[in-house]
Nanobody, 127 residues
Framework: QVELVESGGGLVQAGGSLTLSCVAS????????MAWFRQAPGKEREPVARITRSGTYTFYADSVKGRFTISRDNTRDANTVELQMRSLKPEDTAVYYC??????????????????WGRGTQVTVSS
């Protein structure tokens, strides 16, 4: 099991930037594909960005392409995955969740493909 703790959410004006961070407590972080999902009130949880185990490949929702960047640090003292968000829009307002996929698997785009979740961090973008 992978324990995940997110940080970095907050309130920002439209056009602003935020960086979310997720620290994983696991022996071999690089075994796991990672992703950020978000869920707005009354909406389903949706994938925002995904990254392969080595970090070589990344995938983004169309709504955030060119504005968000996912990255990861697999070094033992780090075990982190980040989501850099810029040019934020009110429609980006949601609770953002860090998620770990099945070991040695691909970073799928369905919540059901992820085995561990953080508690979430609120991002609110004011207009």
């Amino acid at each position: 099991q992978v324990e995940l703790v997110e940080s970095g959410g907050g309130l920002v004006q439209a056009g602003g930037s935020l960086t979310l961070s997720c620290v994983a407590s696991v022996r071999t972080f690089s075994d796991y594909p990672m992703a950020w999902f978000r869920q707005a009130p009354g909406k389903e949880r949706e994938p925002v960005a995904r990254i392969t185990r080595s970090g070589t490949y990344t995938f983004y929702a169309d709504s955030v392409k060119g504005r968000f960047t996912i990255s990861r640090d697999n070094t033992r003292d780090a075990n982190t995955v980040e989501l850099q968000m810029r040019s934020l829009k009110p429609e980006d307002t949601a609770v953002y969740y860090c998620a770990a996929g099945r070991a040695y698997g691909p970073p799928g785009n369905s919540p059901g493909e992820y085995i561990s979740w953080g508690r979430g961090t609120q991002v609110t973008v004011s207009s």
